[in-house]
């Protein structure tokens, strides 16, 4: 870790998304190539142990699960009494549902080679989240394709104490014919509404979908399915904005360091918990990262 960067973290600032009542402290946080390997966002979550295997077979039901329950997760205590918002499924668009998923897993066993599943879980002493997110995941020729569903986000992230400029991404190819049976089994299969927090005033719903994408190698690919998921942003970090001014001069020393590096934002969102990694390559090493992380939750309190 630079000495420097290390020098300017004060471990009493505190930096919270709008809503999040735990965690919201800067921590010094670094990458070494040489004992790491390449730096890369699925890599990074690889090291957090924030991603696991699954059974292939299993995905469908992880897949299904928040629709047949009606909340984020399936988690049956958020949902509200009664259906106030009148979103549960039917019966029949279940089972229709589970019959496209199953024609998908079908189209891409018999066409992708190594398909493997894979859980996107925030799980870590860190985080203690319920939220996971399960893909699907092989390669045809020289492209890797990804499908996941879409990612709840517990608050309104517009309201950050991060200044981000957003990152532009990747311009896909043209399309291949297996992506586009892929879609038209997505768009038949729609977007439905689950519940989120929806006791105490905050009457969320989201918007739940499966989503696909492409990339030239197994990691581009997972980054590009979980910038799709909603599960990853990036930017290019300009700048602190926290709750005082006093705060925002307090940390403005670390704020120019950081610029210094050119460092980028790595915000990854677990429904309730967002983890953003401000890094930028050492100066000594082009392999190595040296930053922070913001580990920052909601707290339901009605």
């Not at 038949?188 to 719903?205: A, E, F, L, W």
Request: hydrophobic letters at 40%; glycine letters at 8%; aromatic letters at 8%.
């Amino acid at each position: 870790m630079n000495s420097e960067l290390e020098a300017l973290i004060d471990p009493q600032m505190r930096l919270a998304f709008a809503g999040h009542e735990d965690g919201g402290r800067l921590e010094p946080f670094s990458w070494c190539g040489a004992e790491q390997g390449e730096f890369s966002s699925f890599s990074l979550i690889q090291s957090e142990g924030w991603c696991s295997q699954m059974e292939v077979a299993a995905v469908l039901s992880a897949w299904q699960q928040p629709e047949q329950v009606g909340a984020v997760g399936g988690l049956d205590w958020l949902l509200p009494e009664g259906d106030p918002a009148e979103i549960w499924l039917s019966a029949a668009t279940q089972a229709t549902h589970r019959a496209l998923d199953a024609e998908l897993l079908d189209l891409l066993q018999s066409r992708l080679q190594n398909l493997e599943a894979l859980k996107l879980s925030c799980a870590s002493e860190a985080c203690d989240s319920d939220y996971a997110l399960p893909l699907l995941l092989g390669q045809i020729e020289e492209t890797w394709l990804g499908i996941a569903p879409s990612v709840p986000v517990a608050t309104d992230l517009e309201s950050s104490p991060l200044r981000v400029t957003p990152l532009p991404m990747g311009s896909p190819d043209s399309a291949s014919m297996l992506q586009l049976q892929i879609q038209d089994l997505l768009t038949r299969r729609g977007s439905v509404k689950i519940y989120g927090y929806y006791g105490g005033g905050y009457h969320q719903t989201h918007n739940y979908h499966l989503v696909q994408a492409a990339g030239s190698t197994q990691a581009a690919a997972v980054e590009a399915l979980m910038q799709a998921t909603g599960l990853l942003r990036r930017g290019q970090f300009e700048a602190f904005q926290p709750s005082s001014a006093a705060d925002k001069a307090q940390l403005e020393p670390l704020a120019q360091r950081l610029r210094l590096l050119q460092a980028q934002v790595y915000q990854f969102s677990f429904w309730d918990w967002e983890q953003a990694y401000i890094l930028g390559e050492a100066l000594e090493t082009a392999a190595d990262r040296t930053g922070v992380v913001l580990r920052s939750r909601f707290t339901y309190n009605p």
